[in-house]
């Protein structure tokens, strides 16, 4: 089955700088991957995905950049603010199959933005 | 307001003793998931369902058990025969199983073994 690792475990940044996040997948046959910012007490909350058909995808301050040959995908966020700090999980997911809609997440990132 | 509501918010249980999760979902979606949460391991899936009266078990299904009678409800029973049921429970749901489409989580339920 799928396997996803996400680094760094914790990321702590000064607000205004730039934050990244990787992921690497196993499965060569996953070509939807979400990523999830998680704030505390609550659950999951969708913040960008990408699919394999596509190389980047970009929401204002957050963009999110795929390598189907590496099997990575990172999630940039730029311009941090105190807000951005969350938890933040990656996932992937393969759209067919036996496996619809079942996504397996990365061991997520503690992101610390400070003021 | 739509949206998907767990409860309860916390729950402590006794070793031995069997306890249901309430996961309810007003969106009018097809599929829903059950996770596990563990500190440091991200989420886990335990079962999902993609129609009424149909589920599938996910990573981790040993030693729970769920339904699906109703389309807008997906309880989730953890069994005395889970080892290690201490955990955050997170159910989600999502238009339908046969895309990927983006997943909607609840609050979540926080058990607790005594």
């Known amino acids: 089955g799928e396997n996803v690792e996400q680094h760094p475990s914790t990321l702590s940044v000064q607000e205004g700088d730039s934050a990244v996040i990787k992921c690497t997948y196993s499965?060569?046959?996953?070509?939807?991957f979400p990523w999830y910012k998680q704030e505390l007490g609550k659950g999951p909350q969708l913040i960008i995905d990408?699919?394999?058909?596509?190389g980047e995808k970009k929401d204002q301050r957050i963009a999110v950049t795929l390598n189907k040959t590496a099997k990575h995908f990172s999630l940039h966020i730029t311009e941090t603010q105190p807000e951005d700090s969350a938890v933040y999980f990656c996932?992937?997911?393969?759209?067919?199959?036996?496996?619809?809609?079942?996504?397996?997440f990365g061991q997520g990132t503690i992101l610390t933005v400070h003021p | 307001d739509g949206g998907i509501t767990q409860s309860p918010k916390y729950l402590f249980r006794k070793e031995g003793q069997n306890v249901t999760l309430s996961c309810e979902q007003n969106?009018?979606?097809?599929?829903m998931y059950w996770y596990r949460q563990d500190p440091g391991q991200g989420l886990r899936l335990i079962y999902y369902?993609?129609?009424?009266?149909?589920?599938q078990k996910g990573d981790i299904a040993e030693g729970y058990s769920v339904s699906r009678e109703k389309k807008e409800s997906f309880p989730l029973t953890v069994t005395s025969a889970q080892k290690n049921p201490t955990a955050f429970y997170l159910c989600?749901?999502?238009?339908?199983?046969?895309?990927?489409?983006?997943?909607?989580f609840g609050p979540g339920t926080r058990l607790t073994v005594l």
């Open positions: 989600a749901s999502s238009i339908n199983g046969r895309s990927n489409n983006e997943q909607f």
């Open positions: 499965d060569s046959a996953s070509n939807y």
């Open positions: 990408i699919r394999s058909n596509v």
């Open positions: 996932a992937a997911s393969m759209d067919g199959g036996t496996s619809y809609g079942k996504l397996t």
């Open positions: 969106l009018n979606h097809d599929a």
């Open positions: 369902s993609q129609i009424v009266n149909d589920f």
